[in-house]
């Protein structure tokens, strides 16, 4: 079984993924700060990291929590699929964690929280190499 590591401040749409992703049989551990998040991935190894973009307050254009998390994560042993997940998808955006991904070498997926769950499953069954139904 593959291992979701799932950082979301909102109480709500981090209960949802986390139930919507475990009934398509991944194994999901969520939590909702950056700080909780590092200590899990120094702990466990996970496949694929879903975080979103603003992991403090959703109002404040200037929260890069998930951005640290990618930083952090390009640091570490392990290194997972990444996904991040915003509300304000912008090419601006869409270009930035390109670019921000590129100088620490990882691939970051971006997947606007408009598009609701559907898209986000398929990302995570083709990055996880999963049958997609």
């Not at 090419?91 to 898209?119: D, S, T």
Request: contains cysteine.
């Amino acid at each position: 079984m593959k291992n979701i590591l799932i950082v979301e401040n909102d109480d709500i749409w981090l209960e949802l993924l986390t139930m919507i992703l475990q009934k398509e049989g991944f194994n999901c551990i969520s939590t909702s700060s950056l700080e909780s998040a590092c200590k899990l991935l120094s702990e466990q190894v996970f496949d694929l990291v879903l975080t979103d973009m603003r992991l403090t307050d959703d109002n404040n254009r200037d929260d890069q929590g998930g951005l640290e998390l990618v930083a952090y994560i390009s640091k570490s042993t392990s290194r997972p699929s990444v996904i991040l997940q915003t509300g304000y998808t912008t090419l601006e955006i869409a270009k930035r964690l390109f670019l921000f991904g590129k100088e620490f070498g990882l691939k970051v997926h971006i997947v606007g929280k408009e598009e609701g769950p559907r898209p986000l499953i398929d990302i995570c069954k083709k990055l996880l190499n999963t049958h997609i139904e």
